[in-house]
Structure formats: C-alpha cells, structure tokens
C-alpha cells in the first residue's frame, strides 16, 4: 500500500511537471493515456499478488510487474520527466523477484532512470547522472540486508516454534511415564495387595473347609470384605480421590489405627498402632503417601518377613512427620540388590522379586521432598521410616 501511494504520488507529480513544461505537446495525449494505464496497473497488479499468493513451491506471477515496468520504459522514452517514478519499481522489483533476477532488472531501470536524465533539457547535470545509482544501489543494499534479517528471523521464530513442540512432546511422554508409575504404585498398593490378601484367606478356607468349616467360612467372609474394600479402592482409584480410609475427613492418625486393627483381624499378625508428639494439618498427598507405604510395608510384612508382631508408629517431630513400620520378622541385608537380600525375600521393605517395594516408596516421598531409611540385618527384623518435611509453621504476629 505504502509503495502504491508512492508510486502515485510520482506519477501524478511527474505529470504535472510534463504537462507544465510542454504545453501544446502532441505526445500529451500519450503521455496521460501512458500515466493514466500505470495508475491502474501497478494497483491492480500489487493487489492481485497480495489477494491469491503462490501456493508453496509455486513461482510468482510475474506478468503484472512485467506489463508495468513495460509500460513505465515507454512512458520514459517518450517522456524522460518520468524516470523517477523507477524508486518504488526497484522495491517491488526486489520484493517480488530473487535477488539474482532482481538486481539486472535494478540496473536496467537505473540506466533507463539515467538515460532519462541526459535527455531532459538544460544540459547535462552530473549530479543526476550520478544520483540514480547512488539511489538505486543504497535502495539495494538496505532491502537486501532487511531481507536477510527477516529470513534469520523467520527461521529463528520457526526453530522456536519447533523447539516449543519438542517440548510439548517430551512434557507430554513425561506425563505419560509419571502417569505409568503412578498407576504402578496405586495397583500394587491397593489392588495387588488386596488381591494377595483374599488369596491366602481363600487358600486357608480351602485346608480348613472339612475340618473345620465355621473358620472356613470366616475366611470367606473375610475375604469377601477385602474385596468390597478393593473395590472401593479400585472406584477411587480411577477416579483420582483419596484413598478410602482417608475419606469423611478422617485423619491419617485414625487411618493407620484402623489400618493395623484390620490388618490384626484380618492375617492374624498383631499390629500395633502409637501416635507420638501433637498430630499437625497434613497435605492430602502426602497423608495418601503415607498410608500407602504403611499398606505395602504391611503386605510384605505378612507375606515375606515370617513376623510374630508388628508397629506403626507415627511422629510429629516440629519440623516433619515420620511413619515407622517394624517387624520382628527374619530381616534381610538392606544394601542387597532391590534393596533385599537373595534368596527368598523378608522384610517391611523387601519387593519380593515384585519391584514395587522400596522403589516404590521411595518414588512416592521423593515427589514430596521425603526420605525413606531403611535398618535391618538378617535374623534382627526390619525398621522401615518414611520422612516428610513440613512446612514451617510461621509466628503470629505480636501486637505493636
């Protein structure tokens, strides 16, 4: 648009220098036809190119630069006034050609602009001569360079683009992985070993269901009640809540109680619960994380460590709360592989050859800024602590 106008405005500006100077002319009337078709051309043509561009891999069409420039070098030699109407040709010359056919087409125009200067009356100045070039190659030369910045720019903005996908695409393969583990701990947290649990409650109905079939069908029940219960975990579950002994409110002191009071019913192992120091606000994730390594400390206490009794102990410490699960089970070499000794596993934290007990834990409280520690020996039991900071609580404020 801004060329359009500049084009114009020489246009009408030369006309009017011709029709001034050569009053009565004869080649009048082809000089305004000429200026009138310029007028239209250069318009029509800049606005064809911008209303359908080239489709990519496509050239441009070049016919209307073509029929204006044509027209412009007829202008010129019949009427020289109107070389300088060659400026805004040369930016739409280099705007619209690459820069190998652009700049010939330059320096044609420019000699044209200059052959026009010589023929003006009044003799020749040296000034004009020289001026077009100047003009014509400084107007070159700050095109090109601009072409060169937006191109380093176009591509910078196209690397960013690129870059930002990249990442969009590694953020969302991370999710995904996080995703994955997430659901790796919650099913072995909650499904497998409830799963586990009716197992060996089905597996001792089944040896007693002769012999003795009121505790066979304790068993039953039993077992039916821990899949009612895994069920609600499962429903939860998939839809991202707490898990259910955290629900109505309940606090992670009175879910662990319960907790080693069903798992007391339930295997028969004793479990004990104690409570040290004033329980403080704990965050949702963190109380869910808790839980779940109680749970799974739990499992592998009852399946693994061969225990006569066990403890969970949780302390409110100032500055962070602490979950102990002990046992006093055969105890494994924590520094094994898988964090359990070979051979056949034991201990609060023993995997089983599962891989989703210590890693496990230890993925959980590292979400939350935690620590998992782990004492045991064989034949001495084993002590599992699960850390996790909490936030400073802050001073009120005394009254000035």
């Not at 044509?70 to 010359?93: D, I």
């Not at 969302?172 to 701990?185: N, P, S, V």
């Not at 969970?312 to 962070?320: C, I, V």
């Not at 924590?334 to 496990?360: I, S």
């Amino acid at each position: 648009m801004l060329l359009d106008s500049a084009f114009l405005l020489l246009l009408a500006t030369a006309l009017s220098r011709y029709l001034g100077h050569h009053p009565g002319n004869p080649r009048i009337p082809w000089v305004i036809g000429l200026g009138l078709a310029l007028a239209v051309t250069q318009p029509v043509g800049s606005w064809l190119a911008h209303r359908r561009p080239p489709a990519p891999g496509r050239r441009r069409r070049l016919w209307p630069l073509a029929l204006v420039v044509a027209l412009w070098v007829v202008l010129v030699l019949v009427a020289p006034s109107f070389a300088w109407c060659a400026v805004p040709l040369v930016y739409t010359a280099l705007r619209t050609l690459p820069a190998r056919a652009a700049i010939p087409l330059v320096a044609a125009l420019t000699l044209l602009v200059v052959i026009g200067e010589v023929r003006l009356p009044g003799g020749v100045d040296a000034n004009l001569v020289l001026l077009p070039p100047a003009v014509a190659a400084l107007a070159t030369a700050v095109f090109l360079y601009m072409e060169r910045q937006a191109e380093r720019q176009r591509a910078l903005i196209a690397d960013l683009v690129r870059t930002r996908r990249e990442l969009a695409a590694t953020e969302r393969r991370e999710g995904t992985l996080a995703e994955r583990e997430r659901l790796a701990m919650e099913i072995h947290d909650t499904l497998a070993q409830g799963l586990s649990s009716q197992q060996m409650l089905l597996q001792a109905a089944d040896r007693t269901w002769e012999a003795d079939p009121t505790t066979a069908r304790a068993h039953v029940r039993t077992a039916a009640e821990v899949a009612a219960r895994n069920l609600a975990e499962a429903r939860r579950f998939v839809h991202d809540l707490a898990p259910a002994e955290l629900a109505d409110d309940r606090t992670l002191d009175q879910a662990l109680r319960s907790l080693a009071e069903r798992e007391s019913a339930e295997s028969g192992l004793p479990v004990r619960f104690h409570l040290d120091g004033a329980p403080v606000p704990l965050p949702a994730a963190a109380q869910s994380a808790l839980l779940r390594i109680a749970q799974g400390a739990l499992a592998n206490v009852r399946e693994h460590a061969g225990a006569s009794a066990a403890a969970l102990t949780l302390s409110f410490l100032g500055d962070q709360a602490v979950l102990d699960i002990a046992d006093d089970g055969r105890g494994f070499h924590p520094g094994g592989p898988g964090g359990a000794r070979p051979g056949p596993p034991g201990a609060a934290g023993g995997g089983g050859g599962r891989g989703h007990g210590l890693p496990a834990m230890r993925a959980r409280l590292r979400q939350l800024g935690g620590t998992l520690t782990v004492e045991s020996s064989p034949g001495e039991g084993t002590v599992v602590s699960a850390a996790i900071p909490l936030e400073p609580r802050r001073a009120p404020l005394e009254p000035r």
